[in-house]
């Protein structure tokens, strides 16, 4: 189905449910520091109004390769199924702050010397400006070089990694964000996650730390290593390989292939400076007391990711 069509099924579907009258450092984690801290933040938030702007990030590219920016014009925008008039679209150069959350527990399928290259390439293709925070996770997250854009620097300390325990992925992620990126919201925040989307032993369940992401804007990256479970099922755990589209699809990242590391860090860090964009609307008929679904769909020629669902505010 062309994109073109695609928009106007969707703009028909909204006429019509509008005519029926529908309305739209060392991380320790413990389950009980989500829930409290989320409950926290329900309680802090005031109802949104008509008159609050939310702001989205949104990746825009030209599928000819140019590099005209993108404008407000070529993008569509849905919320919870309804279209949503864009206030403003703009180009967001800014610096970013990068974490590289690293898996070095036991069983992963990469030697110690494939992550510490997968992790170096980033320390030389960061732009001026951009930060990294390097942190290794099994049982438990641990910062490996704290912020810093001195690639010398993080090649010397990334000796560090080694190779032990469970991959407690949830749990690193709820970490980093809690205690590294919440205090920088004024900031593009991302995560780029090195690992096959395991997660074994967290307390952090997967529903609630991708909330958490959507919620805050922070992006998440994947440098995908190969899947150590080969497809089994898993008990009350999603698979990898779901944890590792849902994480992406969700935030509005994407997916590289360890075996490519130098291709990864300068797409995404390319992508970070040249392709990134923030675009602000004034939500109109969506319930802000649950979750909704978020879409940006480009006119013919135009690529554009942005997170998948909005959480409850």
């Known amino acids: 189905m062309h994109v073109a069509a695609e928009i106007q099924r969707l703009r028909q579907n909204t006429k019509q449910l509008a005519y029926q009258g529908w309305r739209v450092l060392v991380f320790l984690v413990a389950p009980l520091v989500l829930i409290s801290s989320l409950a926290a933040q329900a309680g802090r938030r005031s109802q949104p109004t008509g008159e609050t702007s939310t702001l989205l990030n949104v990746v825009a590219t030209r599928s000819d390769g140019t590099t005209t920016p993108v404008t407000s014009k070529d993008l569509a925008l849905f919320d919870n199924g309804v279209e949503q008039t864009i206030k403003n679209f703009s180009p967001d150069p800014a610096p970013a702050r ?33 930060k990294l925070l390097i942190v290794g996770y099994d049982d438990a997250a641990e910062i490996v070089s704290d912020w810093t854009d001195d690639a010398k620097k993080i090649e010397s300390e990334l000796k560090l990694f080694r190779k032990k325990g469970d991959p407690h992925l949830f749990d690193a992620l709820f970490a980093v964000t809690e205690d590294a990126l919440r205090s920088l919201s004024t900031q593009k925040r991302v995560i780029v996650v090195i690992s096959d989307g395991l997660d074994r032993g967290s ?111």
């Open 203 to 313: 307390k952090t369940k997967f529903d609630n730390v991708l909330a958490m992401l959507q919620s805050l804007d922070i992006t998440i990256y994947m440098v995908q290593a190969q899947d150590r479970t080969r497809g089994a099922i898993r008990r009350d755990v999603p698979k990898p390989l779901q944890v590792v589209e849902k994480l992406v699809e969700g935030t509005g990242g994407r997916v590289f292939p360890i075996n490519d590391p130098r291709d990864a860090a300068k797409t995404i860090c390319d992508e970070l400076r040249k392709n990134r964009y923030v675009l602000s609307y004034l939500p109109q008929s969506v319930p802000y007391s649950e979750p909704r679904s978020i879409l940006v769909v480009g006119e013919t020629g135009i690529n554009a990711r942005a997170k998948a669902s909005q959480p409850p505010q």
């Open 98 to 130: 990068i974490v590289l959350l690293v898996d070095n527990s036991l069983t992963l399928r990469a030697d110690v010397e494939k992550l510490e290259a997968a992790t170096l390439e980033f320390a030389y293709e960061i732009y001026d400006g951009d």
